[in-house]
Structures are given as structure tokens and as C-alpha cells.
Nanobody, 121 residues
């Protein structure tokens, strides 16, 4: 299994920055896909940024140019750098991993516990 532990959330003002971290319990290069999702109150969980095993990245239109997903293989950690934060970015942010355990045929989805990001005006 994979354990994902997020950190770095908090309360900031609009225009400021935050960096979220997601520490994985397995080698991050063995994970097929990693991503950041978010869920605002009363809304569905949505994909924010995705990174494939080949390090291709994809972003939601609402965060393009402001957020950057990256990883540190040596630390088995995924990051989300969030700049120019807006009040609409307020949500619980979740780390996601798609991973196939050794000797298994299928991939499984893993989620972190979430970290709250609150952006005030």
C-alpha cells in the first residue's frame, strides 16, 4: 500500500503563496501517476494538477500559470507551489497516487488525508 501525508496548508491572504507537500511511503518513481485534487465546501472534488511517471504535467484551467506541480525523487515527495492565490482557491487539497503493488496486476487509487487551504480577501 501507499501512505500519502500532506502538509503545508494554512491561511493566507489573496495574492500570497503556499507550497503543499505530499510525502509518499514508497519510492515516488514507482508510482504511475500523482496528482493534487481539491474540494471546496458544497462542491465536488476536482483535479488541480497531475504529474505522470514520465513527469508530464497537466493543470486545470483555473490554476494554469499560477500553480506548479513538481516532485523530489530523493525525498519521495510531491509538491504543489501555489502562487497568486485567490479566494476561490479555498478548499481542502488532497494528494493522489495511482500505484500498482508488486506482483499485482491492477492499479489502485490512494489518497492523503487532505490539508486545508484558506485564502482570505
Amino acid at each position: 500500500q501507499v501512505q500519502l501525508v500532506e502538509s503545508g496548508g494554512g491561511l493566507v491572504q489573496a495574492g500570497e503563496s503556499l507550497r503543499l507537500s505530499c510525502a509518499a511511503s514508497v519510492s515516488i518513481i514507482s508510482i504511475n501517476t500523482m496528482a493534487w485534487y481539491r474540494q471546496a465546501p458544497g462542491k465536488q472534488r476536482e483535479s488541480v494538477a497531475v504529474m505522470t511517471s514520465g513527469e508530464s504535467t497537466y493543470y486545470a484551467d483555473s490554476v494554469k500559470g499560477r500553480f506548479t506541480i513538481s516532485r523530489d525523487n530523493a525525498k519521495n515527495t510531491l509538491y504543489l507551489q501555489m502562487n497568486s492565490l485567490r479566494t476561490k482557491d479555498t478548499a481542502v487539497y488532497y494528494c493522489y497516487a495511482k500505484y500498482r503493488r508488486p506482483l499485482r496486476y491492477s492499479y489502485e487509487d490512494y489518497w492523503g488525508q487532505g490539508t486545508q487551504v484558506t485564502v482570505s480577501s
